[in-house]
């Protein structure tokens, strides 16, 4: 086995580090979660430099790079501040099901201006009474002539106050059984129609650059065109989806834990206690030690995940182990990064307290951790009669 990254990987990585280093400015990040700021800029000059939209296609805007290069970037812009580098990682949720299932009428119409930075996208999944529970949604789209009719709410929708277009998941056949009755629409006209009312949730324990929405639709008319892959595969389709998001989702969190051990490290270094760094106290460094192989530990899972997609032998079991443990592994390296600042862990001016708020949305969405240990747990087992 060969753990190395190629030098096209680690010149990705570089760029990456060299970017988040020198474009987020720590004070604006503060300000940004302070005062529910989404930097639209910010992700107007990500795209720019080619960090959006990295898998797509060359024909499309993209460098048709791997989710392993995704997660490169997803680690290093997590690792300097999440709240300035989810916005521009986020940017692109919902058209990976274009990229995936979509026609190239609609890979050519979309993908390029999202990989430019010039269309926010979205995913409209979760609903106020299904998250986990995907087969249970109760958003109908209706065959009407030509077009769907919608009704429906959908909720905790990132990016919803500014993303123009997206993908929704419907029920397309109510006389369908479960898992085979859905398809997923592309919706191209999120903040102009009437028909869609789309409201804020407000201030979160993390994320706040991120906008949280409820996007509610009645009677939106959409031609039937707009249809992603085939009527019926829509929970397949959506699965397949969470499979592949969910690895960078995990190396945001793995650039979270990265981040907060760093900080840790210099701090103890530095920090003093009876008349010594704190770093030569056996708790401190046991604390950081454990900290340390954590990340190392997530790191390798990510890593792991991310090439047998690249490889074209995705395991979803390992995709969900990947998502889990390191979400977990930003949790509590967050955590102890708060124990050893003591005090000014506790300090917005130290930002440690924001990396564990941003941590621990981790475990709740693209997959609570509940769900990614039952997936876990259910392939390891098997049926059992």
């Known amino acids: ?34 005062e529910h700021i989404y930097p639209i800029e910010l992700v107007k000059k990500a795209a720019k430099e080619g960090f959006v939209g990295m898998a797509f296609p060359e024909k499309y805007g993209g460098q048709e790079l791997g989710i392993l290069e995704t997660c490169l970037v997803a680690e290093e812009f997590s690792r300097v ?18 990229m995936l299932f979509g026609t190239d009428e609609q890979k050519e119409e979309y993908l390029p201006k999202i990989a430019a930075g010039e269309l926010i996208s979205c995913g409209m999944y979760t609903e106020p009474d299904a998250g986990s529970d995907a087969a249970s949604y109760k958003t109908t789209a209706v065959k009407d002539g030509d077009d769907y009719i919608i009704n429906g709410t959908k909720t905790f929708i990132t990016n919803g106050a500014y993303a123009e ?51 509610a639709f009645d009677n939106y008319r959409v031609p039937q ?67 340390a192989t954590k990340v190392e530990a997530a790191r390798n899972l990510v890593y792991k995940a991310a090439c047998l997609i690249d490889n074209e032998t995705p395991d979803p079991t390992l995709s969900s182990m990947a998502k889990w443990y390191a979400a977990k592994v930003g ?45 876990i747990a259910r392939e390891i087992i098997g049926r059992i009669k």
């Open 225 to 291: 065109s707009n249809l992603v892959g085939e009527e019926g595969m829509g929970f397949l389709q959506a699965m397949q989806f969470f499979d592949v998001t969910r690895v960078p989702v995990g190396a945001m969190s793995l650039g979270i834990a990265q981040g907060a051990y760093e900080k840790s490290l210099a701090y103890s270094k530095e920090r003093k206690a009876f008349g010594v760094p704190i770093a030569k106290f056996e708790v401190t460094m046991f604390k950081l030690a454990e900290m």
């Open 1 to 34: 086995m060969d753990f190395e990254l190629t030098e096209e990987q680690r010149d990705v990585k570089n760029a990456a580090r060299e970017f988040a280093e020198g474009e987020f400015d720590l004070e604006y990040g503060r300000k940004c979660d302070a």
């Open 165 to 215: 277009v997206g993908a929704l998941a419907a029920v397309t056949d109510q006389e369908a059984p479960k898992f085979s009755n859905m398809g997923i629409i592309w919706i191209d006209d999120l903040q102009k129609n009437e028909s869609i009312k789309i409201s804020d949730l407000g201030r979160k324990m993390g994320l706040n650059s991120s906008s949280t929405c409820e996007i």
């Open 331 to 375: 949790v509590d390296v967050a955590d102890e990064a708060i124990q050893i600042h003591g005090g000014n862990g506790y300090m917005a001016d130290y930002d440690i307290e924001r990396f564990y708020r941003n941590a621990k949305i981790q475990e709740i969405y693209e997959g609570t951790k509940e769900i990614e240990k039952y997936t």
């Open 81 to 98: 501040d999440f709240t300035l580098g989810m916005p521009a990682l986020s940017s692109t949720f919902g058209s990976e099901q274009i």
